[in-house]
């Protein structure tokens, strides 16, 4: 195992222990080096939006899709780094959208892309669409927050009784 991969998995394991600024750390030690290096960049997106750096992810994570541009993961999580900056404005959250399409595109079952998508349409009060973006994504399997979407969209549509039916589904799963 090399000392690169070695590195980024310590980063990965404090990542995932919520010791984002300590990974960051270890990141910032290899940009010099690996300045293009996928894993780097990723795991830098990852650590800046766990520490509410969304503007900063969203260079890392722009850079990494440089190199993987058809990659449905980076796609997505530039999305969600998009939609969650204080000053996102309509423009930006358009091209979080077009982000969210393209990785949908890709991979059909993505639920957090189809999640990003249905969240903007409801924001846009555009309901009927957003529930036919859930529906397309609980095909591929139940997943919660779809799920709450999709039942604030039946209940802006007036069909509380389903939203309230999908939701026992939810937690029965």
């Known amino acids: ?103 949908v595109a890709l991979q059909p079952e993505n639920h957090n892309a189809r999640l990003g998508i249905a969240n903007l349409l409801m924001e846009w009060t555009r309901p009927s669409e957003a529930l036919a973006e859930c529906e397309e994504g609980l095909k591929y399997g139940m997943h919660d927050q779809l799920a709450l979407t999709h039942s604030k969209a039946l209940i802006e549509m007036g069909r509380p009784d389903e939203a309230i039916e999908l939701l026992e589904k939810a937690i029965a799963a």
């Open 1 to 103: 195992m090399s000392q690169l991969t070695m590195k980024l998995n310590q980063v990965e394991a404090l990542l995932n222990e919520g010791k984002s600024q300590q990974g960051f750390a270890i990141l910032q030690t290899l940009m010099g080096k690996h300045s293009r290096d996928l894993g780097v960049l990723s795991l830098s997106a990852l650590a800046c939006q766990q520490m509410g750096k969304l503007e900063q992810g969203e260079f890392f994570c722009k850079q990494a899709l440089l190199q993987m541009p058809d990659n449905p993961d980076l796609l997505t999580n530039l999305g969600i780094l998009q939609i969650n900056q204080v000053k996102a404005g309509r423009a930006k959250r358009e091209e979080a959208m077009g982000h969210f399409r393209r990785a």
